[in-house]
């Protein structure tokens, strides 16, 4: 491949920095035509650039999986601080009760 910029690949298929960054994040994918554009910069297909639909597919089925596994562990994080919470909660309750009746 060759050693290129973001701003130097933009400026030769004709579109911002901003553009290409996107597409090497995989948060925004080029147009058809900028797709055919960067393949014949590079001298390769665009399968050879991008991968696969299987392999797309995989890799963000894998990102999805990767965020699910982040929240379930926040949801499981914060079910087992229950029981702490109550506890505290417990000891505060007691707390003004027995202050109440002194």
Same mark, same amino acid.
């Given at each position: 491949m060759k050693n290129i910029s973001q701003l130097?690949?933009?400026e030769h298929i004709g579109v911002g920095k901003?553009? !290409?960054s996107k597409i090497e994040l995989?948060?925004?994918y080029p147009t *058809?035509?900028?797709l055919d554009k !960067?393949?014949?910069y590079f001298n390769a297909t665009a399968t050879?650039? *991008?991968g696969t639909e299987l392999e797309i597919q995989l890799e963000i089925g894998?990102?999805?999986i990767d965020e699910y596994v982040k929240?379930?562990?926040t949801i499981l994080e914060a079910r087992n601080a229950i029981p702490e919470i109550l506890s505290f909660q417990e000891k505060i309750n007691n707390m003004v009760r027995s202050e109440k009746f002194e």
């Open positions: 130097e690949l933009a901003a553009t !290409i995989g948060t925004g *058809f035509s900028n !960067i393949a014949c050879q650039l *991008f894998h990102d999805n929240k379930a562990t």
